[in-house]
């Protein structure tokens, strides 16, 4: 009732405005991230905390982010609104129609699904350490809740026709994503004469195992794999439309690309200047 609604807590910030602020943060780090990479992977680096095993590491930072978003999605979602035009359990229309919030909450926790457990459990990984882990899962929380919080305001708008064409891309950017990190994987596994990463030293380093990667997409860049993710996130915020998606995509910009363009200057240094693909652009 009205009465009640003068008393309701108003929020310190909308979701339109949080998604604001947190892509000015992105553009804020962007340039910062030219000079500093995360120091796991290739470019795994002393002086940066205790060491975690690679694998336990992947899997804690990266499971926040689905846990996040649907926390702050199931929070902040309103079925019993008297405006909502959602059908029973409040993330269906009346129609029975599947919401686009479900279907976005559903396509978001199957990428992560891949991130968080499929990824780390099918290859071998260098020790990263505490601040690195730390600050990802940071980064997934406050990215979850941003963008769930956002979502749960289009919670009872059906998925349609115009959410087709984002979906498509976004299905596409997983094909680069997930077909490129499977020919990285494999490269690396017929290096070392096994499947996985290749070899690792006791202390969590790279060995001897790596090569300029060649075949697919890596013939024409660096890292396809940060390639596809692009992609399949630009996919996302195409199809929900929403700011804090946008937002999302370009954090997923400003973070590989620096990292990318690092890893080509890791194999010039290593494997000679002849490695002049572009970094993350295929095209």
Not at 5 to 27: K, N, V
Not at 231 to 236: A, N, P, Q, S, Y
Not at 247 to 270: C, I, S, V
Request: hydrophobic share 45%; with cysteine.
């Amino acid at each position: 009732d009205a009465g009640r609604g003068d008393f309701a807590p108003h929020p310190a910030m909308t979701p339109s405005q949080a998604a604001s602020a947190w892509a000015a943060a992105g553009l804020a780090a962007f340039p910062f991230l030219f000079f500093v990479s995360a120091p796991y992977g290739k470019l795994a680096r002393d002086g940066w905390g205790a060491p975690i095993d690679g694998r336990l590491g992947w899997f804690l930072q990266e499971l926040p982010s689905p846990l996040a978003l649907v926390t702050s999605l199931m929070v902040n979602h309103r079925a019993d609104d008297p405006s909502s035009s959602c059908g029973a359990g409040g993330w269906t229309r009346d129609d029975g129609a599947p919401s686009m919030a479900l279907v976005a909450a559903a396509l978001w926790c199957a990428h992560y699904a891949n991130r968080a457990v499929r990824y780390p459990l099918t290859r071998r990984m260098s020790h990263t350490t505490l601040p690195v882990v730390l600050s990802a899962v940071a980064f997934n929380v406050v990215n979850g809740t941003v963008c769930g919080s956002e979502l749960a305001r289009r919670g009872c708008e059906a998925f349609g026709a115009r959410n087709l064409p984002g979906l498509a891309l976004m299905l596409l950017g997983v094909v680069v994503n997930v077909t490129a990190d499977e020919h990285l994987r494999a490269i690396r596994g017929k290096k070392d004469g096994g499947g996985g990463e290749g070899r690792r030293r006791r202390d969590g380093k790279s060995g001897d195992s790596h090569a300029t990667p060649a075949g697919g997409l890596f013939d024409r860049c660096v890292c396809p794999h940060y390639l596809g993710e692009l992609i399949e996130w630009c996919g996302f915020a195409a199809m929900t439309q929403l700011a804090s998606s946008f937002a999302f995509a370009f954090w997923t910009f400003a973070n590989l690309f620096p990292r990318a363009t690092a890893y080509r200057e890791w194999y010039r240094e290593r494997f000679g200047t002849g490695v002049v693909r572009r970094a993350m652009a295929a095209w």
